[in-house]
């Protein structure tokens, strides 16, 4: 992937490419005015409203830009909802979808700056056995904080290469997970 396929910039490109060009331009012109919120639900209720195929990679990478825009929860629901398609990047990203992702405590996870925090899953590559993990301290009543502390990018069976993220890293922690290695 060359560096233009990167980022967030490139993120919000290729999930606006999935509409009508009169809608993609709309949603595009409120990310550029500040308004990412608007944008991305734009993007989501327009590729929900046509029954767009999306397949997991975009819909991955579509998670990660509500993530960053702390609207995941609001629209994550309505993206699940959206019709499934065929891969047209890889190597392919998949969402795990909330009933399997299994919360872990932090301190199982080989990172002392998880200790008193859950680790839940959220996205995978095909082929490779790291997965994407969001971070987040318990609240006292009993739901999980709603912004994560940490992305986490964990390799099972090497807990001394969980790799942390801070909260404002998404686009990195995600673009660490496209590079690692998968089979030859």
Known sequence: MDEDEKGETALWRRAAALLPPDEAHAALECRGIGEQEAAL????????ARGAPLGGTARAEISVLTEAWS??????PDLARCAGGPEDRTPPLEL????????????????????????????????CPG???RAH??????????????YVLLLPGEPGRTRLFPSDAVFEALEELRGLPGPD
């Open 41 to 48: 639900q734009l993007i989501v209720s327009g590729l929900l």
């Open 96 to 127: 795990i979808g909330a009933g399997g992702a299994v919360p872990l405590p932090g301190e199982s996870v080989g990172a002392e700056a998880l200790e008193g925090l859950l680790v839940v899953p959220w996205i995978t590559r095909t082929g």
């Open 71 to 76: 609207v995941r929860e609001e629209l994550g």
């Open 137 to 150: 301290r318990l609240e006292p009543w009993g739901d999980l904080s709603f912004l994560a502390e940490h």
């Open 131 to 133: 997965t994407l993990a």
